[in-house]
T-cell receptor, first 110, second 117 residues
Framework: GQQVMQIPQYQHVQEGEDFTTYCNSS?????IQWYKQRPGGHPVFLIQ?????EVKKQKRLTFQFGEAKKNSSLHITATQTTDVGTYFC??????????FGTGTRLTIIP | GAVVSQHPSWVICKSGTSVKIECRSL??????MFWYRQFPKQSLMLMAT?????????EQGVEKDKFLINHASLTLSTLTVTSAHPEDSSFYIC?????????????FGPGTRLTVL
């Protein structure tokens, strides 16, 4: 079946350092969405990318969608303690169902 | 923004009992809602797609007779875990898609943590 992989599984960074998580699919995605889930919480929608090569920014967060629409990345500049959580990408493959990536758990060392 | 609520937020029950979880879209209509399950430190796995006024579509490996889904109105879907067992203990999360919106954005509920003793 269609799967979406994310790397790394875990990332520990010093506060102020940058962080990047990568999302890969074996087949072409219709769109990719990114979510953040705080410990004990539920996924919160961050952004959706639709176009090939699309880049979107939200303050310190930069989201990219690959030219082939098979990969995506989320980059956080100068991490803060509030960035702690698990970041999931989720893609659609021509229908409305979301396939979630495996997630990257970010911890910040103050 | 669009808000989705879930009730209860947590439930503890004895093995063999049935548990009903409600998912409501509070300020928009949702012809389609989704039910996910998340085990500790794992990703969200889609269980089923709930369609208003019709039968739910279940993902492969999900028992439709064990996880009963009813989507009787445009703002409410329910998931009933029948004859729950300890292996059903998990975090159940629903999401709803705005019927009017042109995007695929799904709005997630806060989740229901089920513990079966």
């Amino acid at each position: 079946g269609q799967q979406v992989m994310q790397i790394p599984q875990y990332q520990h960074v010093q506060e102020g350092e940058d962080f990047t998580t990568y999302c890969n699919s074996s087949t072409t995605l219709s769109n990719i969405q990114w979510y953040k889930q705080r410990p004990g919480g539920h996924p919160v929608f961050l952004i959706q990318l639709v176009k090939s090569g699309e880049v979107k920014k939200q303050k310190r967060l930069t989201f990219q969608f690959g030219e082939a629409k098979k990969n995506s990345s989320l980059h956080i500049t100068a991490t803060q303690t509030t960035d702690v959580g698990t970041y999931f990408c989720a893609g659609t493959f021509g229908n409305e169902k979301l396939t979630f990536g495996t997630g990257t758990r970010l911890t910040i060392i103050p | 923004g669009a808000v989705v609520s879930q009730h209860p937020s947590w439930v503890i029950c004895k093995s063999g009992t049935s548990v009903k979880i409600e998912c409501r879209s509070l300020d928009f209509q949702a012809t389609t809602m989704f039910w996910y399950r998340q085990f500790p430190k794992q990703s969200l796995m889609l269980m089923a797609t709930s369609n208003e006024g019709s039968k739910a579509t279940y993902e492969q490996g999900v028992e439709k007779d064990k996880f009963l889904i009813n989507h009787a109105s445009l703002t409410l879907s329910t998931l009933t875990v029948t004859s729950a067992h300890p292996e059903d203990s998990s975090f159940y999360i629903c999401s709803a898609r705005d019927s009017v919106s042109l995007t695929d954005t799904q709005y997630f509920g806060p989740g229901t943590r089920l513990t079966v003793l």
